[in-house]
């Protein structure tokens, strides 16, 4: 089945210093992503949504110059935590699909970021 | 108003036992999809099963069902025969609108099997 690899897994960076996380899709082309976020023993939130070629599309709430989205090409998009501050720290996921109408959203890994 | 309501947050069940994990969903949309996902301590989000609004019948996967009550606007996951493995927290979604692909998610179910 389709794949989403999200690299890296875990990381642990300073306060003030930026953080990228990618999304890739392996054997398939997205043409949109999502980002999600994860606090601890909660649910989901939609962050944004990645469009190839265009910008991204945020969620209310949710900083545009706080988190970065590139959506280079058909099987990439990035997420870039800017100026990271120990709130920032949270499970990072990111999802794409094919494009079918019902299909399912195939998920990364996700990426706990810490802080510190 | 939430979309997605997941009232149980969490459950316990002897292992080979059945259940049912509880969603009620609230939309005016009649295109509509609803997803339930797995999602072990590692963090990844495993796919179980989806229905569609328009499907006559229940989804099945396996030892995974959907009880899709259209009227009630729920949604409840029904696991047969439960596995250790089955323990992890478990969320229902939704996805509104037809060509939609973003989903809105419940609070989750966190389910724990015991031996």
């Known amino acids: 089945g389709a794949v989403v690899s999200q690299h890296p897994s875990r990381v642990i960076c300073k306060s003030g210093t930026s953080v990228k996380i990618e999304c890739r899709s392996l054997?398939?082309?997205?043409?949109?992503m999502f980002w999600y976020r994860q606090f601890p023993k909660q649910s989901l939130m939609l962050m944004a949504t990645?469009?190839?070629?265009?910008?991204?599309?945020?969620e209310q709430g949710v900083e545009k110059d706080k988190f970065l989205i590139n959506h280079a090409s058909l099987t990439l998009s990035t997420l870039t935590v800017t100026s990271a501050h120990p709130e920032d720290s949270s499970f990072y996921i990111c999802?794409?699909?094919?494009?079918?109408?019902?299909?399912?959203?195939?998920f990364g890994s996700g990426t706990q970021l810490s802080v510190l | 108003a939430q979309k997605i309501t997941q009232t149980q947050p969490g459950m316990f069940v002897q292992e080979k036992e059945a259940v049912t994990l509880d969603c009620t969903y609230d939309t005016s949309d009649p295109s509509y999809g609803l997803f339930w996902y797995k999602q072990p301590s590692s963090g990844e989000m495993i796919f179980l099963i989806y229905q569609g609004s328009y499907d006559q019948q229940n989804a099945t996967e396996g030892r995974y069902s959907l009880n899709f009550q259209k009227a009630r606007k729920s949604a409840n996951l029904v696991i047969s025969a439960s596995q250790l493995g089955d323990s992890a927290m478990y969320f229902c979604?939704?996805?509104?609108?037809?060509?939609?692909?973003?989903?809105?998610f419940g609070q989750g179910t966190r389910l724990t099997i015991n031996p």
């Open positions: 999802s794409a699909n094919r494009g079918l109408t019902n299909e399912k959203l195939f």
């Open positions: 990645s469009n190839e070629g265009s910008k991204a599309t945020y």
């Open positions: 054997d398939f082309q997205a043409t949109t």
């Open positions: 979604a939704m996805r509104e609108g037809e060509g939609a692909q973003k989903l809105v």
